[in-house]
């Protein structure tokens, strides 16, 4: 129905409605194709943003363990730590210690001796004599009396030795998280420790080590301090755009990240796909993932110790929500630049088509006074532009070539009329004489017959010979002129006109006229029926094919050729010769009856004209071609049965 509609419309309707659908359909791609960019653009430049935090997180935390390891360097070497140390004062070191524990937010300060036992904890005056030998830190300072630095683990029982507020804050439970790795124990007893240790010399000799850590373990002011030096104070909706969080294994230890109800996220897991490609693989992992409560854009890396053995993850994120909204934001602009860009378009082609269209309104005008006969020239308008000038100068062309030709068709008409109402009088004339003359004839040509079977052998026999043979001819002259005035229907029966013009050249092929003449028969196979008086239409190409032959006294090319016009519904039938022609002059009379270029007593000038006569009560046409000197060419179109 809509197709109907737009069929039937103007063409202003249709050009405006084309132009708005393209508009449409090019704003629409735009869009689909400038978010898919926009959103690509959005989720690269946040993977970017994250992936930079992330290192400039870990930098920060590789900074915060030199700058830690700088200070208990510093420290080792004092006098009074040297000098207490050598002496073995504890109570001195206990003091001294817990000062550099409160003054530098250290968890833990112990001096050791030089076999790895404790010589005092600034937690814990009356736990010494221990052996801490197993540290990993300590045994790589006992090895190779140089300081090191970095991440490490401490069981709950040497937590236990520095403290119970220590103790407390490293057991950890684990939330059940989707997505984790499953866990033997769902409690966490370990504790995550940034470590500082270096040796104390006095005079060449270590009398021991300064070792001092942080218990990153539910370490708030910690991770917060990184947060707050990435991501700022950002937020979006009341939450912090940022997070910060450091693992131990798969395990939130210390986290910006919180639950549903606002809380940390403390001892919820990563995913296993993340666990898997960071703990075990030890590589950095940059992606959309779902963290405790809301999505992030998330970076994850490993924390190595001083052996390169990978001991927890640090995470950095930033809430989707961020990049959505930029995303969001991005689109409505994009989404007014286009509405705006079509609105512009649309106008602007209103403008145009309107503009256009006026020549077009005129034409259509004018081809209505056209159809009424009124052949009235466009007129060109003041504010036409050239394109609308040529046109109104091309249709006023071609209307003043329709009104000549209109012209040329109404005097040709006009002659057609004339001349046929000008065959019918003839014919009606031709007629009534041939009737009025052709009972005495009659009565001429039986005397001289028997006046000739009298006079034989006489003087008078030659003469009477010449009476007969001359009445004979006027007979057939007058047979002619009642075939060409005779107006009775044709008796028409379906036939197979390449069959009947196939008989009727077999009676001409052994015929002494025909002896240099080559006939050639250049019939389309499977014609449809044709409607025929068979005899009267034989007798039509009898006349054609013995003009032709007269026309080729020395022998020539007799073409009989038949083809289908399917679109005219009609056939062809094609009659040509080599012989000498026709000029111009004799062609508009050919079919005109007595009219013949033959010499005289070699035709009565009637079988062309009997043949149209038969033609055209065949509802058929019969044209001629001619040039004097390359042959005559006559075409025959006849309806289909």
């Not at 001892?267 to 963290?291: D, H, I, L, N, P």
């Not at 088509?353 to 308008?381: C, Q």
């Not at 017959?449 to 009476?467: Q, R």
């Not at 010769?577 to 270029?597: H, M, Q």
Request: glycine content about 8%; proline content about 3%.
């Amino acid at each position: 129905m809509i197709t109907d509609i737009f069929r039937r419309s103007n063409i202003r309707l249709k050009l405006v409605v084309s132009l708005l659908a393209i508009v449409v359909v090019m704003g629409t791609m735009s869009l689909i194709v400038g978010i898919s960019i926009i959103n690509k653009n959005v989720i690269r430049e946040a993977t970017e943003s994250v992936r930079n935090s992330l290192g400039a997180t870990t930098e920060l935390y590789n900074e915060e363990v030199q700058k830690r390891s700088r200070i208990v360097e510093y420290l080792a070497k004092t006098a009074e730590i040297v000098k207490a140390t050598a002496s073995r004062d504890r109570a001195f070191l206990f003091a001294k210690l817990a000062q550099i524990k409160a003054e530098f937010g250290f968890d833990i300060v112990n001096v050791v001796n030089p076999d790895g036992s404790i010589l005092v904890r600034a937690n814990n005056f009356d736990a010494w004599g221990d052996s801490v030998a197993n540290y990993r830190y300590i045994q790589w300072v006992m090895k190779n009396r140089k300081p090191a630095a970095g991440t490490g683990i401490l069981g709950l029982e040497n937590i236990r030795k520095e403290g119970k507020d220590l103790a407390e804050r490293t057991v950890i439970k684990v939330v059940p998280t989707p997505l984790a790795r499953p866990l033997a124990s769902q409690t966490l007893n370990d504790a995550l420790v940034m470590k500082a240790v270096t040796p104390i010399f006095d005079d060449g000799t270590m009398i021991g080590i300064l070792y001092a850590a942080v218990l990153l373990n539910n370490n708030d002011q910690f991770i917060d301090r990184f947060k707050r030096l990435v991501f700022k104070e950002e937020r979006i909706d009341g939450r912090e755009v940022g997070a910060s969080t450091l693992f131990l294994g798969d395990i939130r230890v210390t986290t910006s990240v919180v639950d549903t109800l606002g809380k940390r996220a403390i001892g919820t897991q990563v995913s296993e796909e993340v666990y898997k490609r960071v703990y075990e693989e030890g590589q950095t992992w940059v992606g959309q993932a779902f963290v405790v409560a809301a999505w992030y854009i998330s970076g994850y890396s490993p924390l190595r110790d001083i052996d390169g053995r990978i001991l927890g993850m640090l995470y950095v994120g930033v809430l989707k929500e961020k990049f959505d909204a930029a995303l969001r934001t991005t689109t409505l602009l994009f989404l007014l630049i286009i509405v705006v860009t079509v609105l512009v378009a649309l106008v602007l082609a209103l403008y145009l088509i309107n503009a256009t269209t006026k020549p077009v309104k005129r034409i259509i005008a004018a081809t209505s006074d056209i159809a009424r006969g009124n052949y009235r020239p466009i007129a060109v308008l003041p504010g036409d532009d050239d394109d609308a000038r040529k046109i109104a100068s091309g249709f006023n062309a071609m209307v003043a070539a329709i009104e000549e030709r209109d012209r040329k068709l109404q005097d040709q008409a006009e002659r057609t009329i004339l001349k046929s109402e000008k065959l019918a009088s003839l014919g009606r004339l031709a007629s009534g004489i041939a009737h009025e003359i052709n009972n005495p004839l009659t009565g001429v040509l039986t005397f001289s017959s028997l006046l000739l079977g009298d006079l034989a052998g006489t003087k008078y026999e030659e003469d009477v010979k010449v009476i007969r043979d001359e009445t004979l001819r006027c007979r057939k002259i007058v047979r002619g002129i009642l075939d060409f005035a005779r107006e009775n229907e044709p008796e028409k029966t379906a036939a197979d006109l390449n069959e009947v013009i196939d008989e009727t050249l077999a009676i001409f092929e052994k015929n002494v006229t025909f002896q240099n003449v080559a006939i050639i028969r250049a019939f389309a196979p499977g014609l449809p029926l044709v409607r025929l008086d068979i005899s009267q239409f034989k007798q039509v190409i009898s006349n054609l094919a013995v003009n032709a032959a007269d026309a080729m006294p020395k022998g020539g090319r007799l073409t009989l050729a038949t083809s289908l016009d399917r679109a005219a519904g009609r056939v062809v039938v094609k009659v040509a010769d080599t012989g000498v022609g026709i000029p111009a002059e004799n062609i508009s009379r050919l079919f005109e009856p007595f009219f013949t270029t033959k010499d005289r007593g070699k035709g009565t000038g009637l079988g062309l004209a009997v043949s149209y006569g038969i033609i055209k009560r065949h509802n058929g046409t019969i044209d001629v071609r001619s040039k004097p000197g390359e042959g005559t060419e006559f075409t025959i179109q006849l309806p289909l049965a």
